[in-house]
């Protein structure tokens, strides 16, 4: 064990490197307590690959050859990507997939904000498509949820109600809004699964927050540690205000384009 690289978990003693968001034995959320810290992300960039000969070397595809990622190689990341969009009912935009396989993202923002829809099909998808990978999702919203209350009768109750189930269930959240009157920081903090995983855009800002909230989470994963990254998205009618649809669909393909670095992606 290398006690510089690794603390134990306050809740149960297992050891976890530094950067864990969770304890790899009772699951516990770490907050940057008993020395964890929350992972920075490092500038979004093509991942450099090793050596040939070296631990962790995979074969290369060659730009010469046809069809798809071929079955005998392994990707550099084991990763999967699914778009949600959510207004006043949630809908997915793309299954599970890798990420060079989504297609080009588009936005059609029409309606109010149901942000519980939202968490609450991620974790369905998860659970009907892929149980076997870890959850992580990059929620993006507008404004606190105006849908969605249910039985709960308030749509920011039933938000950090589905918020909290997932998480219960192994999921990670990271949350991202865009600063406005109508957007409270603190309900994005109850929502993150940490307090590093929750940030603030503003116009122009979006494509690099998005890059460094999926960063975040991609690299607290084991290299081959298979997981499914669900960007979790408000497609309500504010998104049509300014530069904001442009500017997250810009925010969308950068990250996937990211991904499919990481994944290996096809040449």
């Not at 490197?17 to 790899?24: D, L």
């Not at 074969?59 to 392994?74: K, L, V």
């Not at 709960?152 to 999921?171: M, N, R, T």
């Not at 504010?238 to 994944?263: F, T």
Request: hydrophobic fraction near 35%; proline fraction near 9%.
């Amino acid at each position: 064990m290398n006690t510089q690289l690794e603390c134990p978990c306050q809740a149960c003693g297992q050891y976890n490197h530094v950067h864990a968001f969770q304890c790899s034995n009772c699951r516990t959320i770490f907050d940057g307590s008993g020395g964890h810290s929350v992972p920075k992300s490092q500038p979004a960039s093509s991942p450099a690959l090793p050596a040939k000969g070296t631990p962790g070397w995979l074969p290369q595809r060659r730009s010469d050859q046809g069809g798809r990622h071929p079955a005998h190689t392994c990707p550099i990341r084991d990763i999967v990507a699914a778009l949600i969009t959510f207004n006043n009912r949630a809908r997915i935009w793309a299954p599970p997939s890798r990420p060079w396989d989504i297609e080009p993202f588009t936005l059609r923002p029409d309606g109010s904000t149901n942000e519980a829809a939202g968490l609450q099909l991620a974790q369905e998808l998860w659970q009907d498509s892929c149980p076997e990978r870890s959850l992580d999702v990059v929620l993006f919203g507008d404004g606190e949820p105006t849908a969605g209350g249910g039985l709960l009768g308030s749509p920011v109750k039933a938000a950090l109600k589905a918020a909290e189930k997932l998480k219960e269930q192994g999921g990670r959240i990271a949350a991202i809004g865009f600063e406005g009157p109508s957007m409270d920081p603190a309900h994005l903090r109850l929502l993150a699964s940490s307090p590093g995983l929750m940030w603030m855009a503003r116009e122009g800002t979006l494509e690099s927050i998005f890059r460094e909230a999926s960063s975040s989470m991609t690299e607290s994963r084991t290299q081959h540690e298979p997981s499914l990254l669900a960007f979790v998205i408000d497609s309500s009618g504010s998104m049509d205000e300014d530069n904001k649809r442009p500017e997250l669909e810009r925010a969308v393909k950068s990250c996937l384009s990211y991904l499919g670095q990481l994944c290996g992606a096809p040449r």
